[in-house]
């Protein structure tokens, strides 16, 4: 059984935690005179830090009448006071007895006061629902006599309730209790945890209605159901100093693997992410935006985890390392090592979508300790194992899941109601464990292809990928982790890419810029095949490309119409919601799934998409009559909507606006469109001409701000905006206009702190400040190189690469303060940046010119159903 410490320490994360206790002989001594109790000094300064922390709520439940709890202590507002053994949640409480229920308190008013003019010693607690009675002060054979005079004298008085505690009877006219109490408090707030403290008889009734993740403990001796128990009010007070700093701590990110230093696993279905020490804490199977199976990433241990490791000592792995230019997982220990991989053997990344198997195989000696928790959806839902000949099965999913591990013998424990398997194995030097966690089957028979030779076949089908890539001589292992993460973010069954493998790590630690990336952007998976276009891969562009048609034809609907993003199957996203039961990231919350910007209307999507079609026809790839058929309906879609103003690409949830970015990117729609329709001999309507020079003149006669000094976020507006350099990165201006130079410098003034580059300084609307933005980072590299700065460049790109993780992985953004990186992870736009920057300071002078492709290959339109 875990202790007390370690159960304290579970608690801390809870996603909402109720921190509540008694009074009496819990947070104060017992002493003669009830008037003179005093609370524990320490004990109220955790109770104070503990309710000043987010998402968690501390009440004090006592059988003292509220006006005496508030007159003897100090609770600061936030801490909520509940008198009356649970009879009193406001001070106006007696206002609301019926006439018969104050004519019964007075009679039993009476009746003890009678009690205590015969009896020196007894002291009188008179509260507006109860009557108590302290018998501490007398001797015992006295107290015997009077509270058997007391019983006799009240049994014939309907509706009173007798209630005992240590040394007092109160008589109460209400039959509430502490652990009614309790549950009105925990509903009230949401707990998903509760510790409760008490030490007299009446808080039985509140341990008893503890359960799961709960905690109950008991101060002094006697009997109680709680399961833990401390000696005194002293006692308590260090418990709940204890409490405040670790749940401080946990809140503040201490503790937590820095986001950065998460690996990938793919198989182009499903997402998985290992810490540093081959713990699976995310995995999203059988589709990279299925609810996850395991989430200890955002939810700490009760999220559900997948540990591999040395059964004796703590000794940390001394490596973990990418397998070559694979998605193959290496971690090793001095006895042991353990090789992970999503399956991509037989052709599996398209054909077998809803199937996902993640193969883990441990080499050495020694014994390890496994511990295998999954939790459904998030852990809503009940998770329980059974034990199968060669492994378990996860009851009750959706997908059948299970885990192969012939010659394991498992122990099931419960853990707050979700089940847990846990084994210590042999290794056998000469014979690896294999481990296949599947997904979309329930067989456990063994795979007709050895684990070994799957393993070949996956490290082969990524190298097989990455070898012809064209890589610049400039950072060539980071352009090609980044090329390898964005092909593991493409969807393989329909071509779709997403932003990022994961929802709601935080752009704000312990904030709430917490959102759900795991869908196709339009914008964001254009720029991630367009990127992996320059490096000559041309297969993912073009499925792209099928796909968004495939979009329009199945959604019928007008090009402008759009949404700007789409779930991998190419289907309108539900309505954003939250996953109460996660704790979210360092107490980032909510958790968030689905995406409300789903709904907002955002005009710069078009833009990328046809820059797609112009960099596949720049480097001759095998483009159809389909795909000028998009770039016309992109056009079109421009050519109707641009003048609006909209949300833009930062999605911020505010009115709408003339966004410059968006404006832009309707130019670069017009202008690759035109360029496209050339180089392929395609006519081009004249009035498409007309259309780009109207965006030109437009953006340049309202985005320029002259007393700024710069292209604004907006029209009108005073505003920076990283994203504004667009206006010379896109060739809308040339690089030597003045005004493309000062939104430069005022960008680099403003915006960049250290090797980041902030999107902007406006209020959002949203509380916290996010970090630096890496794309936004690039975009500076490639502004300076632009206007001649390429020293700056080549020092800003290479502070950037320093702030990823040791295998090259990028979240969303990186905060220079506290040197952390935020967001979600990893993240296509930082990928992107990565790429674009090498590729430009590897030869400056050819810094336009993306490298072609000899290798290409016809992919024809497939309508998927």
Known sequence: ????????????????????????????????????????????????????????????ISGRALRDLRRLAAFPDEVHLVGSHGSEFDLDFGKTLTAESTRRHEQITQLL???????????????????????????????????????????????????????????????????????????RVGASAVIFIGDDITDEDAFRTLTGPDIGIKVGEGSTAA????????????????????????????????????????????????????????????????????AELLGGPPGGRFAIAPAEGEEPPVQQRYRDATMVVETTWPTCRVVDFLDTSDGRTTQRAGRSDLVRIVHGTGQVAIEFAPRLDFGRALTHLAVKEDGLQVLGTQDPVVLRAPGVVWTIADEAGHHVARAVVDLDPAEPLVMELRVGT?????????????????????????????????????????????????????????????????????????????????????????ALTDLGSHHEAIDYLNWVLELLDELDQAPERLRPLYSVLGRELGAEGEIAELAGYGGSRPVRVGNAASGQVQLDVFGPIVEVVAKLVQQQAPLTHEHWRLVRAMVQAVTRRWREPDHGIWEIRKSVRH?????????????????????????????WLVLRDAIAEDILAHGWNERVGAFTAAYGAADLDAAALVVGLSGLVSPEDVRFRSTVQ??????????????????????????????????????????????????????????????GLFSEQFDPRSNRSLGNHPQAYSHIGIIANALRLHNRSTADTPPVSTSAVATPIVRRS
């Open 746 to 807: 005022a960008v680099e003034r403003e915006l960049r702190e250290g090797p980041t580059v902030y999107r902007y300084h406006e209020d959002d609307g949203l509380p916290g400040i996010e970090g630096g933005f890496h794309l936004c980072a690039s975009w500076l590299v490639e502004s300076y190189l632009l206007t001649g700065h390429g020293e700056k460049a080549r020092e800003l790109f290479e502070a950037m690469l320093a702030c990823g993780g040791a295998q």
């Open 442 to 530: 329930s067989q456990l028979t063994e795979d007709r292809t050895p684990a070994a030779e799957r393993q070949a076949a996956t490290e082969m089908f990524w190298q097989r990928w990455a070898e012809p890539l064209a890589l610049p001589a400039l950072a060539t292992e980071s352009v090609r982790r980044s090329a390898l993460v964005l092909k593991a973010l493409c969807y393989g069954p329909t071509g779709a890419v997403a932003a990022a493998a994961t929802t709601s790590l935080p752009e704000h630690l312990g904030g709430v810029r917490n959102w759900d990336y795991r869908y196709c952007w339009l914008r964001d998976a254009a720029m991630a095949v367009g």
């Open 659 to 687: 966004h410059v970015h968006t404006k832009v990117m309707c130019w670069v729609t017009v202008d690759r469109a035109i360029k496209v329709g050339d180089q392929l001999h395609n006519e081009v309507p004249p009035e």
């Open 227 to 294: 399961p833990h128990r401390v000696d005194d009010t002293a006692a308590v007070a260090h418990l709940l100093a204890q409490l405040a700093e670790a749940r401080a701590t946990w809140l503040a990110g201490s503790g937590v693997v820095p986001i950065e230093s998460h690996v990938l696993l793919s198989d182009q279905r499903a997402l998985a992410l290992l810490t540093p020490d081959a713990r699976l804490v995310w995995y999203c199977a059988p589709r990279l935006d299925s609810p996850a199976l395991f």
């Open 1 to 60: 059984m875990s202790t007390l410490h370690d159960q304290l320490g579970r608690l801390a994360t809870a996603p909402v935690l109720l921190v509540a206790s008694d009074y009496d002989g819990t947070l104060a001594p017992i002493v003669s005179d009830p008037a003179a109790a005093h609370p524990h000094p320490e004990a109220m300064v955790a109770l104070r830090l503990l309710a000043e922390l987010p998402h968690t709520h501390v009440t004090v």
């Open 113 to 187: 006061r009678e009690v205590v003019k015969d009896h020196p010693g007894l002291s009188l607690e008179v509260k507006p629902a109860s009557v108590a009675l302290h018998y501490r002060n007398v001797p015992a054979e006295a107290a015997k006599g009077v509270l058997e005079a007391i019983t006799e004298r009240t049994a014939t008085i309907p509706g009173v309730h007798t209630r005992h505690g240590k040394c007092v009877v109160e008589l109460s006219i209400s039959q509430t209790n502490k652990g009614d109490a309790l549950d009105i408090i925990r509903h």
